[in-house]
């Protein structure tokens, strides 16, 4: 009798690889180097988080919290959305609180995605988001944002917009350029989404992390957006708790009951006491937000003066906390070679580029640094980089 072999591996999985980042992360443990690839901040988050999370333990919120997220946590959430981006929701109806902003986009997706649907996604991207289509059964349909201000081409994106459009995806302040959108150009991805009945969904995990005067606009305030954008943010990077793994979701109640269904059967819900924790970050006052950009401004400038020292051209990020910088006067063929070179040799882990776009070779004369670290960190990464002026010949 002739054995049935089936392939193991389903069509989806095989349509991506593992995260390239949090690769980077596990190689500079391996050799040793100083650690600028993965966005997590190497300094502690607010002691008032701290003293939160501390207390809601020994208060015994330990079992599971409402599926949707924490009551008080998201009646805090509402409050701040308030105050920041002048919405008025109800959080009973319209928020989801998730295992951070990760789950949130991949629930996002499954609940609105039917295979066949086209998902818009900017390039370069977050690596999530490709994967996260597909794994929801829709078609990525890339659009270029061009150097060095990483501006979308108005035509091209009208193009893509079709009857087969369900969403498209919205990063801003944009990881990994640090490019934060111009209202400008969200009124143009207005338009369409309306034209269209398209919906956006918006990662906005790097809200308050801006620079030179530049302003984030929420999609969501938008006229006519509100009941089509779907708002995805969390506690991580503006609270420096990337391992505290909390997120949310805010939207119109009609998609926010088919998101939670989603976020469900996913992971049930968030930690129970990092969300009542979560409570004291979003209490936080105006003037927390406004000294976290300063503090980022400072790093941002500390690693632009080190990359200069050590002759690596760059992008001037506006917002985030990366800088995506230019390879190709270093003569590798590949970016990949160039990372493994910087991590073995020099000691400096970063990202290299083409994690960030759905053809590889696009992304081959660009790497990424994250400067979301101490002070000492970044000093020492600069006392290695600058070993590449003699390495290298320029």
């Given at each position: 009798m002739r054995e049935i072999q089936r392939q193991k591996i389903s069509a989806k999985a095989q349509q991506f690889t593992e995260s390239v980042i949090r690769?980077?992360?596990?190689l500079a443990v391996q050799y040793g180097a100083v650690n600028l690839a993965q966005g997590f901040p190497d300094f502690s988050c607010p002691l008032e988080l701290k003293q939160a999370a501390?207390?809601?333990?020994?208060?015994?919120?330990?079992?599971?919290?409402?599926?949707?997220?924490?009551?008080?946590?998201?009646?805090?959430?509402?409050?701040?959305?308030?105050w920041y981006l002048g919405l008025e929701i109800n959080p009973e109806t319209q928020i989801t609180?998730?295992?951070?902003?990760?789950?949130?986009?991949?629930?996002?997706?499954?609940?609105t995605i039917d295979p066949g649907d086209e998902v818009i996604v900017f390039e370069p991207y977050y690596e999530n988001y490709g994967p996260d289509a597909i794994l929801a059964g829709?078609?990525?349909?890339?659009?270029?944002?061009?150097?060095?201000?990483?501006?979308?081409?108005?035509?091209q994106l009208r193009q893509a917009f079709n009857n087969k459009t369900k969403a498209i995806i919205i990063n801003t302040p944009h990881n990994p350029t640090g490019k934060v959108f111009t209202r400008e150009e969200l009124t143009i991805i207005a338009e369409l989404c309306q034209k269209w009945d398209v919906l956006a969904f918006t990662?906005?995990?790097?809200?308050?992390?801006?620079?030179?005067?530049?302003?984030?606009?929420?999609?969501?305030?938008?006229?006519?957006?509100e009941e089509r954008t779907?708002?995805?943010?969390?506690?991580?990077?503006?609270y420096s708790v990337t391992g505290w793994r909390v997120g949310y979701i805010v939207t119109t109640p009609a998609l926010t009951g088919a998101i939670r269904k989603v976020?469900?059967?996913?992971?049930?819900?968030?930690?129970?006491?990092?969300?009542?924790?979560?409570?004291?970050?979003?209490?936080?006052?105006?003037?927390?937000?406004?000294?976290?950009?300063?503090?980022?401004?400072?790093?941002?400038?500390?690693?632009?003066?080190?990359?200069?020292?050590?002759?690596i051209p760059y992008f001037v990020p506006q917002g985030a906390y990366y800088i995506f910088a230019e390879i190709a006067k270093f003569g590798y063929k590949t970016d990949i070679e160039f990372t493994n070179y910087l991590i073995k040799e020099i000691g400096v882990a970063v990202v290299p580029g083409s994690s960030f776009?759905?053809?590889?070779?696009?992304?081959?004369?660009?790497?990424?640094?994250?400067?979301?670290?101490?002070?000492?960190?970044?000093?020492?990464?600069g006392e290695r980089l600058v070993k590449l002026t003699a390495k290298i010949n320029l």
């Open positions: 690769e980077m992360t596990r501390y207390q809601a333990i020994e208060a015994d919120v330990n079992q599971y919290a409402i599926t949707w997220g924490d009551k008080a946590f998201r009646e805090a959430i509402a409050s701040k959305v308030r609180v998730t295992c951070g902003s990760t789950e949130a986009m991949a629930a996002v997706m499954l609940a829709a078609t990525p349909r890339y659009i270029t944002l061009h150097p060095p201000d990483w501006r979308f081409d108005e035509t990662d906005e995990i790097y809200e308050h992390i801006l620079y030179d005067g530049n302003q984030h606009i929420a999609l969501a305030t938008l006229p006519g957006m779907i708002t995805i943010n969390g506690l991580s990077k503006t976020h469900d059967f996913l992971t049930v819900g968030a930690p129970a006491p990092l969300q009542r924790a979560g409570v004291a970050a979003m209490q936080l006052p105006p003037s927390y937000y406004e000294e976290l950009a300063k503090l980022y401004h400072q790093k941002r400038d500390n690693l632009l003066s080190i990359l200069d020292q050590a002759g776009f759905s053809q590889p070779e696009k992304g081959n004369s660009f790497i990424r640094f994250c400067f979301s670290k101490k002070t000492d960190t970044l000093q020492s990464a």
